[in-house]
């Protein structure tokens, strides 16, 4: 049978070849990770751009979430209730932030924003913020899902951590993506309506990952979330390390968050001890800063404390 595509989807009663064999979620989950797996420690130096286009995206164009009935939204800021952006706002934010994984399931992010520095930690099954409030437990959002592909390079941690976003092991497909095979994870190609996750037939290594839009959390409340996606391109292969040259982020269609990595360093040197929990709480506390006006002075004091202390942690474990 002629397979016929227009754009992105398939037209009805067209079959993709091959169809009949396609290999479970499960299994689909293990060849991507045999794929990422190589470099026992990588470092990652990116620059991130937030709101980087003030236009919105033709679905054509976009690299595809927006599902039946669905319009781009060409005033939408990066992520509901981040604090890296003002509602409204539209100039474009952009920082570095140096990535530092030992694999199968550490990781630590530094980034200085607007001159503020934010530590943000993955140890195992703990996960922890340092800001200028000291430390605290973080749940990673959405926007933060792409970077679990990239660290749980080992299949019953990443079919885990994949399950906890919601997807769907039972349900696997064959689809086509900018004219290359895809199997999506979660969902029956070409539907929308499930959270899923496609990666290279050829590869196996992960292309974009999907978040239909929602009407109630997992509880039944009402609650509307837009549809998100993230899409992973230029993939190339650093020593035995395979790492994405960029990193996408689209809400209703328009890209609102842009990854540029500038170095991939595997096998890097660093101290175990950056990821060392006990140790940063011992450091920072696990105090709160209430930024009142009326304590202004103070928390800027805090603040350059905090710096400080940061600074020298550094300089002690420097590479």
């Given amino acids: 049978m002629l397979v016929v595509w227009i754009g992105s989807w398939l037209l009805p009663g067209a079959v993709l ?15 991507m990770a045999d794929a990422l797996a190589g470099a026992k420690r990588l470092r990652v130096i990116q620059q991130v751009v937030d709101n980087p286009v003030q236009l919105g995206l033709l679905p054509g164009q976009m690299g595809g ?49 607007t001159g503020v520095n934010r530590v943000e930690i993955v140890n195992r099954d703990k996960q922890v913020r340092i800001t200028s409030g000291g430390i605290q437990p973080w749940k990673p959002e959405r926007s933060d899902a792409y970077l679990e592909p990239l660290l749980y390079r080992r299949r019953f941690l990443l079919q885990r951590k994949l399950a906890e976003r919601g997807v769907d092991f039972n349900l696997s497909s064959l689809g086509r993506w900018e004219h290359r095979l895809v199997y999506v994870i979660g969902a029956r190609f070409p539907e ?23 009407s109630q959390d997992l509880s039944g409340r009402g609650q509307s979330v837009p549809g998100y996606e993230i899409t992973y391109s230029g993939w190339r292969k650093e020593g035995r390390c395979w790492y994405p040259g960029k990193i996408e ?5 328009r890209l609102v968050r842009r990854i540029e990595v500038l170095e991939v360093l595997p096998e890097a040197d660093f101290a175990e001890a950056l990821f060392d929990l006990d140790y940063l709480e011992s450091i920072y ?3 709160v800063v ?9 928390a800027e004091s805090d603040l350059d404390e905090v710096h400080q202390a940061i600074d020298a942690f550094h300089k002690k474990f420097k590479d």
């Fill in 192 to 214: 929308f309506s499930r959270i899923q996750l496609w990666i290279d037939k050829q590869n196996f290594l992960p292309l974009r990952w999907i978040f239909p839009p929602l």
């Fill in 17 to 31: 070849p091959g169809l009949a064999h396609v290999p479970e979620g499960p299994h689909l989950i293990a060849l």
């Fill in 290 to 298: 209430e930024k009142k006006e009326e304590d202004q002075n103070k």
């Fill in 65 to 113: 979430g927006l599902g039946p009935g669905e319009q781009a939204d060409a005033g939408a800021v990066f992520e509901p209730g981040s604090e890296e952006r003002a509602p409204g706002a539209t100039r474009p934010l952009q920082w570095k932030e140096t990535l530092s994984f030992i694999f199968p399931d550490r990781l630590r992010r530094d980034a200085w924003i």
């Fill in 285 to 287: 506390g696990r105090r």
């Fill in 249 to 253: 982020f689209y809400r209703k269609g």
